[in-house]
């Protein structure tokens, strides 16, 4: 039998030296031809005649005898003209981005109407920045810096005045409206996923009163004293003294009349959120800017302007009507008075919780429970 030592093999290095080379070159991308560079974009200039946009739209909607009627304008533009001129004006006079200039050929720029313009459509139709080229006549990008600098002005000309603590006289009204249907004490209803404590703890919403500045409220719920207002919530809230949940599987009469009462009356925060979805659409509307400080511009000033038309289209005897009204409870300027640990305990008190829920449930079967056939 042949011996093993009898074969030969040859190998040869020089070939697998090149096979290993070109693997790794190729790997490393080393035979790649060098990429010539780009060829720079040309900057492409388009003649908007932003002129003729400014004619087209002051005949359409702002002059003596416009094309479209009040009714089509306070649809177009989700105010009364009248507001909406006032808004342009404090704008052009108090921002500078708004005032209108010359160019070095002496020619116009956009006026501030056409920016204005273009800032509220974008609010109100929610959509591409790019669709308000066509009629007002200023470019995507323009259209975008309009928008942002127009919530900016807003915030800034309005935010103080439209976007602010209630005052007592603001309570006091709030206050009454609410007792009125059945929870005196009642300042507001909350609807969100806040069911984490963690974020509970860290929200604004009581620091007014733990820090004492609240205004002192004192008011009577079946022949109880109270003096912390509360909010109606959902069953994700804590037992807390200012929170009010519905009853879950109501057992008696009365607390189904009570259960019925408090969530029929906490639908309001969630009509007030539909009312500013359907009149701006950029609220409703998936984002399409990823800059959080310019979509809470643009959450603000949505919400300032719905309290500017509020407050332009609310008739003059509202402001008036409850001058003559006998309340049942009282509004006082605070006083700071206790310590911060000792406020909190008491908003966080759930005895006061209990005791004012049952009080509650007897409240609104005294006021309501004699229409309950009636599908109150």
């Known amino acids: 039998m042949a011996s093993s030592s009898h074969y030969h093999y040859q190998y040869n290095n020089d070939s697998g030296d090149d096979e290993f080379a070109s693997i790794t070159d190729e790997f490393l991308g080393f035979n790649d031809p060098i990429p010539e560079p780009k060829e720079r974009k040309k900057i492409i200039f388009i003649e908007r005649d932003r002129e003729e946009g400014h004619k087209r739209l002051w005949n359409d909607y702002f002059s003596e005898t416009p094309t479209y009627s009040t009714r089509l304008f306070r649809r177009r533009f989700r105010m009364n003209k009248s507001l909406f001129v006032r808004i342009v004006h404090r704008l052009s006079t108090e921002i500078p981005y708004f005032q209108q200039s010359e160019d070095a050929t002496g020619r116009d720029s956009l006026s501030p109407l056409q920016k204005c313009t273009a800032a509220i459509r974008l609010l109100a139709y929610g959509g591409a920045a790019d669709a308000q080229d066509e009629y007002i006549r200023l470019a995507e990008t323009t259209a975008r810096a309009s928008l942002h600098n127009f919530t900016a002005g807003i915030i800034a000309l309005f935010g103080d005045e439209y976007l602010r603590h209630p005052t007592p006289e603001d309570l006091q009204r709030q206050l009454y409206?609410?007792?009125?249907?059945?929870?005196?004490?009642?300042?507001?209803?909350?609807?969100?996923?806040?069911?984490?404590?963690?974020?509970?703890?860290?929200?604004?919403?009581?620091?007014?009163?733990?820090?004492?500045?609240?205004?002192?409220?004192?008011?009577?719920?079946?022949?109880?004293?109270?003096?912390?207002?509360?909010?109606?919530?959902?069953?994700?809230?804590?037992?807390?003294?200012?929170?009010?949940?519905?009853?879950?599987?109501?057992?008696?009469?009365?607390?189904?009349?009570?259960?019925?009462?408090?969530?029929?009356?906490?639908?309001?925060?969630?009509?007030?959120?539909?009312?500013?979805?359907?009149?701006?659409?950029?609220?409703?509307?998936?984002?399409?800017?990823?800059?959080?400080?310019?979509?809470?511009?643009?959450?603000?000033?949505?919400?300032?302007?719905?309290?500017?038309?509020?407050?332009?289209?609310?008739?003059?005897?509202?402001?008036?009507?409850?001058?003559?009204?006998?309340?049942?409870f009282t509004v006082r300027r605070p006083k700071k008075a206790g310590n911060v640990l000792g406020r909190r305990k008491e908003v966080r008190d759930s005895h006061t919780h209990q005791q004012l829920k049952r009080d509650l449930v007897e409240h609104i079967w005294d006021k309501f429970g004699h229409l309950r056939n009636n599908n109150m």
């Open 177 to 328: 409206i609410n007792e009125e249907r059945g929870f005196p004490g009642m300042i507001g209803s909350i609807d969100c996923t806040m069911n984490d404590l963690n974020i509970l703890d860290r929200s604004p919403v009581f620091d007014d009163i733990i820090n004492g500045i609240a205004p002192a409220v004192n008011y009577y719920v079946n022949q109880t004293e109270y003096h912390l207002t509360y909010y109606l919530t959902d069953g994700i809230y804590p037992k807390w003294a200012t929170f009010i949940q519905s009853i879950k599987l109501p057992q008696t009469e009365k607390q189904s009349l009570f259960a019925n009462t408090q969530e029929r009356v906490r639908k309001d925060v969630e009509r007030a959120f539909g009312v500013l979805q359907g009149r701006f659409a950029v609220v409703k509307n998936p984002s399409k800017i990823w800059d959080k400080a310019k979509m809470g511009n643009i959450m603000k000033a949505c919400i300032i302007l719905h309290n500017m038309i509020v407050e332009d289209e609310r008739d003059a005897n509202t402001i008036e009507e409850f001058q003559d009204e006998e309340f049942s």
